[in-house]
């Protein structure tokens, strides 16, 4: 019995993600024979590369030549090839060095770093124009013209000239000998891997005879659109887990190398002999000491475009407070539990010695300060020497004496969900925090030196111009304390509270329109999408015309930033500025 876990394309191949190394683990820990595949970051460093940018722009250059009857498609090939042919030439020359200045220590100059995204982002439009309209970046992909629908889905995974993956996975998986395998799962985080993965499992089943299954974090919040989809369990996977998948994928392991019944997989979708789809019950998931340290078995940690590995981390499950009316973290998940401190230490300890790795993430929804309390003493006892960093709640339970402590541990970042600095927004949210706490928080995390990273969301559901501008301008008056900022608009998601009570909100006239997606259309008669937009260029702009060519603005992903402030510190990415003539920010932001 012989299993491979896929990560597919589109992420930022910056770092490992989490669920392929869990389960590995997990999996090889019950004797099975598992290892992971992340075919994510392959991609990545396979279509960067000389010959394949040359292949697109003889390509390209054809059909300009060919063209009869001009089209969006041809004026954006002819822009390319004319007035912008510079891209071309820069990502020609330099793409190979690029790759490499993100992979060494030339990383950390930030000169070298910026013309490695620039040249990097030049050779992904030209790739992408192959495909047309298809965008694709280190930290993005996106088919404009469609949504993403079932239908839409099929169609593009049927045309390999609109499937910017089709002709890659085709090819490496016949050189991978998939046919060893007896169970293959492709694990999904994100819409942005939805064609990716339905066209591996379309060419798995095709080429293999293994059982598929399609799991992961999206798999659970979009289960309820693909169980209308028959179809889907006959042309790209033979079943879906869905909820926490540490016990459920060893026993649909045990389940196959044994030819038993599917009976007691946990959260497993799948049709039965009847053409059936059969819904096994998700249970709960409530021994985190369960779960063993990440095995990287069939990565190669160098492929990753970053000079220093940072191995992600669950310390908890679920969300301690769970109240969030925008959130559905929640959903097809275990209620909150935590590991214990003793084994999350040994755990660090393993992966530390076993991979010669010392950054740490950990991806938990927020750690708590007594967790963080109880967990920087052990790691200063005990001398590990790492650099971590983590998401947080505004808790006022936070104070200078346990910021003190978690520096010494070895806390370098937060990112705290703020959302709103608007009291009567918080309050519509349920985030349960006081603005004026926040401020107070910001600053004692500062002033050790620790990198404050605020997440903000404009266009809540009730939030008026006024609440707006109270959240813009208190951005801009602590930037001294917020060191670093995401602002993005409003998504209303489909588990969340407020999609279940949209009356309570200001919000009518909710559209599902079955895509494949974690959230629904709407309208609100107090917030409007185009107040919105209007309130993030304005913050975004004025923020830029008062903090030009900020250092952190380029530093993206957080794995980016977080390796920046470990080697040079707070004060210095704060101070750092580009010479505006050289850099040329604004292509790359």
């Given at each position: 019995m012989k299993t491979l876990l896929i990560f597919p394309p589109q992420w930022h191949p910056a770092t490992p993600y989490l669920s392929v190394p869990l389960l590995v683990s997990q999996m090889q820990n019950a004797g099975f024979e598992a290892e992971g595949w992340d075919l994510n970051v392959e991609f990545y460093n396979d279509i960067l590369t000389i010959d394949n940018i040359k292949s697109v722009v003889d390509l390209l250059m054809k059909e300009y030549r060919n063209c009869v009857l001009p089209n969006d498609r041809y004026d954006k090939i002819s822009t390319l090839l004319c007035s912008q042919k510079y891209k071309i030439d820069f990502a020609l020359k330099y793409v190979e060095e690029a790759k490499s200045i993100l992979k060494s220590n030339d990383f950390y100059n930030p000169v070298l770093f910026l013309k490695a995204k620039k040249v990097i982002n030049y050779a992904l439009?030209?790739?992408?124009?192959?495909?047309?309209?298809?965008?694709?970046?280190?930290?993005?992909?996106?088919?404009?013209s469609k949504d993403m629908t079932y239908e839409n889905i099929k169609e593009i995974c049927d045309n390999p000239s609109k499937n910017i993956f089709f002709d890659y996975i085709k090819k490496r998986l016949a050189k991978k000998n998939i046919d060893d395998y007896d169970l293959v799962g492709?694990?999904?985080?994100?819409?942005?891997?939805?064609?990716?993965?339905?066209?591996?499992?379309?060419?798995?089943?095709?080429?293999?005879?293994?059982?598929?299954?399609?799991?992961?974090?999206?798999?659970?919040?979009?289960?309820?659109?693909?169980?209308?989809?028959?179809?889907?369990?006959?042309?790209?996977?033979?079943?879906?887990?869905v909820g926490n998948g540490e016990y459920s994928i060893i026993k649909l392991a045990s389940a196959i190398e044994n030819k038993k019944s599917f009976d007691d997989v946990d959260g497993l979708?799948?049709?039965?002999?009847?053409?059936?789809?059969?819904?096994?019950?998700?249970?709960?998931?409530?021994?985190?000491?369960?779960?063993?340290?990440?095995?990287?078995?069939?990565?190669?940690?160098?492929?990753?475009?970053?000079?220093?590995?940072?191995?992600?981390?669950?310390?908890?499950?679920?969300?301690?407070?769970?109240?969030?009316?925008?959130?559905?973290?929640?959903?097809?998940?275990?209620?909150?539990?935590?590991?214990?401190?003793?084994?999350?230490?040994?755990?660090?300890?393993?992966?530390?010695?076993?991979?010669?790795i010392s950054n740490f993430e950990?991806?938990?929804?927020?750690?708590?300060?007594?967790?963080?309390?109880?967990?920087?003493?052990?790691?200063?006892?005990?001398?590990?020497?790492?650099?971590?960093?983590?998401?947080?709640?505004?808790?006022?339970?936070?104070?200078?004496?346990?910021?003190?402590?978690?520096?010494?541990?070895?806390?370098?970042?937060?990112?705290?969900?703020?959302?709103?600095?608007?009291?009567?927004?918080?309050?519509?949210?349920?985030?349960?925090?006081?603005?004026?706490?926040?401020?107070?928080?910001l600053s004692s995390s500062a002033s050790e030196n620790i990198w404050n990273h605020a997440y903000f969301i404009f266009g809540f559901p009730g939030e008026t111009q006024i609440d707006s501008n109270i959240t813009l301008d208190f951005i801009l008056k602590n930037i001294n304390t917020i060191d670093s900022y995401s602002a993005q608009p409003f998504t209303l998601n489909k588990h969340s509270y407020l999609s279940?009570?949209?009356?309570?909100?200001?919000?009518?006239?909710?559209?599902?329109?079955?895509?494949?997606?974690?959230?629904?259309?709407?309208?609100?008669?107090?917030?409007?999408?185009?107040?919105?937009?209007?309130?993030?260029?304005?913050?975004?702009k004025t923020y830029l015309q008062q903090n030009k060519l900020t250092l952190w603005k380029i530093l993206t992903p957080d794995e980016y930033l977080f390796l920046y402030v470990i080697k040079y510190g707070r004060n210095y990415i704060k101070n750092y500025k580009f010479d505006p003539v050289k850099a040329n920010i604004p292509e790359i932001l």
């Amino acid at each position: 019995m012989k299993t491979l876990l896929i990560f597919p394309p589109q992420w930022h191949p910056a770092t490992p993600y989490l669920s392929v190394p869990l389960l590995v683990s997990q999996m090889q820990n019950a004797g099975f024979e598992a290892e992971g595949w992340d075919l994510n970051v392959e991609f990545y460093n396979d279509i960067l590369t000389i010959d394949n940018i040359k292949s697109v722009v003889d390509l390209l250059m054809k059909e300009y030549r060919n063209c009869v009857l001009p089209n969006d498609r041809y004026d954006k090939i002819s822009t390319l090839l004319c007035s912008q042919k510079y891209k071309i030439d820069f990502a020609l020359k330099y793409v190979e060095e690029a790759k490499s200045i993100l992979k060494s220590n030339d990383f950390y100059n930030p000169v070298l770093f910026l013309k490695a995204k620039k040249v990097i982002n030049y050779a992904l439009e030209i790739i992408s124009l192959k495909y047309y309209p298809v965008k694709i970046s280190l930290s993005d992909f996106s088919y404009p013209s469609k949504d993403m629908t079932y239908e839409n889905i099929k169609e593009i995974c049927d045309n390999p000239s609109k499937n910017i993956f089709f002709d890659y996975i085709k090819k490496r998986l016949a050189k991978k000998n998939i046919d060893d395998y007896d169970l293959v799962g492709v694990s999904i985080a994100h819409t942005n891997q939805l064609i990716a993965s339905f066209t591996l499992g379309k060419l798995l089943k095709e080429y293999n005879k293994a059982h598929i299954t399609f799991g992961g974090n999206l798999v659970t919040r979009i289960k309820d659109i693909v169980f209308k989809y028959n179809e889907i369990f006959d042309k790209y996977t033979d079943s879906l887990l869905v909820g926490n998948g540490e016990y459920s994928i060893i026993k649909l392991a045990s389940a196959i190398e044994n030819k038993k019944s599917f009976d007691d997989v946990d959260g497993l979708f799948y049709k039965n002999k009847y053409n059936k789809i059969i819904c096994n019950e998700m249970k709960p998931f409530n021994m985190m000491s369960s779960i063993s340290e990440l095995s990287f078995d069939g990565y190669n940690l160098k492929n990753y475009f970053i000079p220093e590995i940072i191995i992600p981390m669950q310390l908890t499950k679920g969300c301690y407070w769970g109240k969030c009316t925008f959130c559905d973290f929640f959903y097809g998940k275990t209620d909150y539990i935590q590991d214990s401190v003793e084994n999350i230490v040994k755990k660090i300890e393993k992966l530390k010695k076993r991979y010669n790795i010392s950054n740490f993430e950990f991806v938990d929804n927020a750690v708590s300060p007594l967790l963080y309390d109880k967990l920087s003493d052990e790691l200063i006892k005990r001398n590990l020497n790492i650099s971590f960093y983590s998401m947080v709640r505004c808790e006022k339970t936070f104070s200078l004496s346990l910021f003190k402590k978690l520096k010494k541990a070895g806390l370098k970042m937060l990112l705290w969900g703020i959302e709103s600095a608007s009291p009567k927004v918080l309050e519509l949210m349920n985030k349960g925090i006081n603005i004026e706490n926040v401020r107070t928080l910001l600053s004692s995390s500062a002033s050790e030196n620790i990198w404050n990273h605020a997440y903000f969301i404009f266009g809540f559901p009730g939030e008026t111009q006024i609440d707006s501008n109270i959240t813009l301008d208190f951005i801009l008056k602590n930037i001294n304390t917020i060191d670093s900022y995401s602002a993005q608009p409003f998504t209303l998601n489909k588990h969340s509270y407020l999609s279940k009570n949209p009356d309570e909100l200001y919000i009518y006239d909710i559209e599902d329109k079955e895509e494949l997606m974690p959230n629904l259309e709407y309208k609100s008669n107090i917030t409007s999408k185009q107040k919105t937009e209007e309130a993030l260029m304005a913050l975004h702009k004025t923020y830029l015309q008062q903090n030009k060519l900020t250092l952190w603005k380029i530093l993206t992903p957080d794995e980016y930033l977080f390796l920046y402030v470990i080697k040079y510190g707070r004060n210095y990415i704060k101070n750092y500025k580009f010479d505006p003539v050289k850099a040329n920010i604004p292509e790359i932001l």
